[in-house]
């Protein structure tokens, strides 16, 4: 039987390879430049991953809350770095999608969105740390 502090780790999986791929996907964008598909792929991905990123916030918050206490310090930060991983890839996907819409991708807005979608990976990537020495310890 799946235990309902269990649906958090399975789904936080999701956002992390969403805005890491998507990221890639935007870099590489760059590099080849005639290739649309690319950032395209980032754009779909980073919206993805905004929306996964809200599950896994909220998996997290209301179903694993004692879990993230016995944790300690470790939980804390996790937690901490959850909610500046959640701020910063909805404010990136909001700043992308009004590019999108306005047709501004060409302009000098697309390095605020690249940098702001970059601060999310790195936000994610150090959730996923703290949040595997909350599963698997320190050892």
């Known amino acids: 039987m799946l235990d309902i502090t269990h649906i958090h780790p399975l789904v936080t999986h999701f956002p992390i390879a969403l805005i890491i791929v998507g990221f890639v996907a935007d870099i590489s964008s760059f590099i080849v430049k005639k290739e649309v598909c690319l950032s395209r792929t980032g754009f779909y991905l980073e919206v993805t991953g905004a929306l996964a990123a809200i599950v896994a916030f ?17 939980g804390q930060m996790h937690e901490t770095f959850a909610f500046f991983t959640l701020g910063t890839i909805l404010i990136a996907a909001f700043v992308r999608i009004l590019m999108v819409v306005q047709k501004k991708e060409a302009t000098n807005m697309k390095y605020l969105s690249l940098g702001l979608f970059f601060l999310a990976v790195v936000f994610v990537s150090i959730t996923g740390f703290y949040g595997g020495l909350v599963v698997f310890g320190n050892s």
């Open 58 to 74: 909220c998996t997290g918050y209301f179903l694993t809350g004692e879990n993230i206490d016995d944790a300690g310090h470790i």
